[in-house]
Antibody, heavy 119, light 110 residues
Framework: EVQLLEAGGDLLQPGGSLRLSCAASGFTFSNFAMTWVRQAPGKGLEWVSSISGRGENTYYAESVKGRFTISRDNSENRLYLQMDSLTLDDTATYYC????????????WGQGTLVTVSS | QSVLTQPPSASGTSGQRVTMSCSGSSSNVGFNGVNWYQQVPGTAPKLLMYNDNQRPSGVPDRFSGSKSGTSASLGISGLQFEDEADYYCSTWDDSVNGPVFGGGTRLTVL
């Protein structure tokens, strides 16, 4: 059974940094691209970033480009999202997802971790 | 403002059939497969349909998907109270170079 468990969410001030992690199990992690999707409180889903199975290709939404960095450790079956220069608009629940098709179809989702940016 | 347009709400009575729409453009829906996600409030999204009309294992055949031009639809027949949820469409957008989502449709089962 595929399991994805996010961690690292916190309350922090604008301009701060945070690293989210996602522990994956139940599948061969390195064979699949992974994606981060976020959801602001009471709002819809927004794609954040995707990374290929071996980590050689990464994509970012314009809203986070230059501030967020996606990475993965295939030896540890972990996905990461380094978030810098956080703003109020980054407040959201962040989900990690296993892709069926690179960045285009998210077939399994974690339960999410809440990031709150507030002054 | 979402790239894909979905009506904010839909409703139906138990046992009825309901459809919900997702409108895009030639850079997304018109050229790429559409996916649908179901999200019961307070829980994570779940993949319901991919590549316009393909159901993942475990999704009942009460759910169906279709697409014509730059619009896609999700149909739910034999509506059940457990179908109450938010439904999001998504697809790859060649202009964004990433996936885009609709704003979601909240389904109420009366």
């Amino acid at each position: 059974e595929v399991q994805l468990l996010e961690a690292g969410g916190d309350l922090l001030q604008p301009g701060g940094s945070l690293r989210l992690s996602c522990a994956a199990s139940g599948f061969t992690f390195s064979n699949f691209a992974m994606t981060w999707v976020r959801q602001a409180p009471g709002k819809g889903l927004e794609w954040v970033s995707s990374i290929s199975g071996r980590g050689e290709n990464t994509y970012y939404a314009e809203s986070v480009k230059g501030r967020f960095t996606i990475s993965r450790d295939n030896s540890e079956n972990r996905l990461y999202l380094q978030m810098d220069s956080l703003t109020l608009d980054d407040t959201a629940t962040y989900y990690c997802a296993k892709d069926q098709v690179f960045a285009a179809v998210q077939e399994n989702w974690g339960q999410g971790t809440l990031v709150t940016v507030s002054s | 403002q979402s790239v894909l347009t979905q009506p904010p709400s839909a409703s139906g009575t138990s046992g009825q059939r309901v459809t919900m729409s997702c409108s895009g453009s030639s850079s997304n829906v018109g050229f790429n497969g559409v996916n649908w996600y179901q999200q019961v409030p307070g829980t994570a999204p779940k993949l319901l349909m991919y590549n316009d009309n393909q159901r993942p294992s475990g999704v009942p055949d009460r759910f169906s998907g279709s697409k014509s031009g730059t619009s896609a639809s999700l149909g739910i027949s034999g509506l059940q109270f457990e179908d109450e949820a938010d439904y999001y469409c998504s697809t790859w957008d060649d202009s964004v170079n990433g996936p885009v989502f609709g704003g979601g449709t909240r389904l109420t089962v009366l």
